[in-house]
């Protein structure tokens, strides 16, 4: 190994993707001579250099549909990445280097079986007797046979691969090199795992940190756990999973009432009242009546204790309407009204950029029953579930039968507290509580919407948890941004060495 890579291993391996450029790397230097058991380079003036198409031949394989398969386990069946099945009969009658010649073009794999059956998505390799097969192998690894496969039409070409050029060794050589290979795969295997053991113990150690604060008993407890965590900010918070562990504690600290301090003079009660007044002017008596229902309803045990100024609520008592978009898929034009599903919400904004478009006259007959305007909330209720979305714009739009519509008070501003908590834990918490459907769709019935339980502050308190809230995050995306331009710099750092080890 060169010892520009042994002094930089643990750089080359820590960087985003870098145990598997580690790989490349160790295959590279392999195949060009620059690995052997005995130093750092073999002599190379007895390598044969050529290309690939004066050494190897790629040969077509034979179509074997997945029903004529016997799957008895004589003979692998391959595709054109790896093995898809087995048969009893076999159209390559020695070990081959199986590529990718559709799908996945470009892709290698080897079969040290003594034969198998290569299907026509992909080509078959039997290497000359002067190439050890594992040698072929790894040389095939890295000639980037992928890359060639990604044009217009994706596809491996022969004629493509034929003109690379490869330098060949003596055979004796080829077999040190594949056990020089294969003790540096297994360095890799082993740093690979050691990551994964530490991000496991770090991922416990951030879960547990958090767990403390949003279980903490009192106020002392609370203090005591924020400073333990304080103490080992910069040592926690290394990685994107551990940043957005952070944000959900930190929702899930607002919705609790532990990040800004409760006043005496405030009340909940006072918010219900202003919606409840609001409600009665906008619904019809038989809608009211349901709708009062609904909102007097506790639906199940509230799964933690607030301060003396809150109340739990259902989500019916904070809104005028509960209602989804159409359930008819209706007919699509180039020139039109905006018309929004699922894909179209990021939980942050309503994008108008890739939806589809529907007649006007459809818009208005859909809008009869469902208007979403600025202030109301949309929620992802078919596929994906939650991600709750304030609607932020005046453009005009209908709604799919995948998006639920909060219809929210207009004379009391609730959408930014409301979104908080339907984007917290306790929120998520819910939607699987009363998620329906099979292992493939999950959805939220829209009758079962009314069910979530909201804890409410007075509005002075919601608006000032809100903008906690709201800075808290900021400090996060910045946090998450540093991280990235270290990652960046990181990769750049061990791609300069790669490419300063192969030159």
């Known amino acids: 190994m060169t010892a520009l890579v042994t002094k930089h291993i643990e750089l080359l391996s820590g960087a985003p993707g870098g145990v598997d450029k580690l790989r490349m790397l160790f295959r590279q230097l392999a195949v060009t001579g620059q690995i052997s058991n005995d130093g750092d380079s073999s002599a190379k003036s007895d390598w044969r250099r050529t290309t690939f198409g004066q050494v190897f031949s790629l040969e077509y394989g034979d179509n074997l549909p997945a029903p004529k398969r016997s799957g008895t386990g004589e003979f692998p069946v391959y595709g054109s990445n790896g093995v898809v099945g087995s048969h009893n009969e076999c159209c390559v009658s020695a070990p081959c280097i199986v590529v990718g010649r559709k799908g996945s073009a470009g892709a290698v794999n080897i079969c040290e079986h003594e034969g198998c059956w290569v299907t026509d998505v992909a080509y078959s390799c039997v290497p000359p007797d002067d190439v050890a097969l594992r040698f072929a192998f790894v040389l095939f690894q890295t000639l980037g046979l992928d890359e060639l496969g990604k044009g217009i039409k994706p596809g491996l070409s022969r004629s493509e ?104 003079d405030e009340a909940s009660q006072v918010v219900l009242e202003l919606v409840a007044a609001e409600r009665v002017a906008a619904l019809s008596q038989t809608k009211l009546t349901k709708h009062n229902e609904q909102a007097n309803t506790v639906h199940w045990a509230c799964p933690f204790s607030l301060p003396r100024t809150w109340c739990w609520v259902s989500l019916s008592a904070l809104t005028l309407q509960i209602t989804d978009g159409t359930h008819h898929t209706p007919t699509y034009v180039e020139q039109g009204v905006p018309f929004i599903s699922v894909k179209d919400l990021d939980g942050r904004t309503v994008s108008f950029a890739d939806c589809r478009l529907i007649p006007e006259a459809e818009h208005r007959e859909i809008n009869t029953r469902c208007n979403p305007e600025r202030g109301d909330i949309l929620l992802c209720r078919i596929g994906t579930l939650g991600r709750p979305t304030v609607v932020d714009t005046d453009q005009r739009f209908s709604l799919f039968v995948s998006v639920g519509l909060l219809k929210l008070p207009k004379r009391v501003d609730l959408s930014a507290y409301l979104h908080l908590v339907l984007s917290s834990p306790l929120g998520y918490q819910q939607y699987q509580r009363i998620k329906a459907g099979g292992s493939h769709t999950n959805k939220l019935n829209l009758g079962d919407l009314p069910k979530i339980m909201i804890p409410v502050p007075p509005l002075e308190e919601q608006r000032r948890i809100v903008a906690k809230v709201d800075e808290l995050l900021t400090l996060c995306d910045q946090l998450s941004l540093g991280l990235n331009r270290v990652g960046q710099h990181h990769e750049r750092l061990a791609s300069l060495l790669v490419d300063q080890a192969v030159a």
Not at 174 to 186: F, G, S, T
Not at 211 to 217: E, K, V
């Open 161 to 264: 691969a034929y003109a690379l050029p490869v330098s060949i060794p003596p055979l004796a050589e080829q077999h040190r090199i594949v056990a020089k290979v294969d003790e540096l795969m297994a360095l890799c295997d082993r740093l690979e795992a050691e990551q994964a053991d530490a991000e496991a113990a770090h991922a416990k150690l951030v879960e547990a940190l958090l767990a403390s604060l949003t279980q903490a008993r009192d106020a002392a407890d609370f203090r005591a756990s924020w400073q333990q965590l304080a103490e080992h900010f910069h040592t926690l918070f290394t990685t994107e999973a551990s940043v957005e562990a952070l944000k959900a504690c930190i929702r899930e600290l607002g919705v609790k009432g532990r990040l800004v301090e409760q006043l005496p």
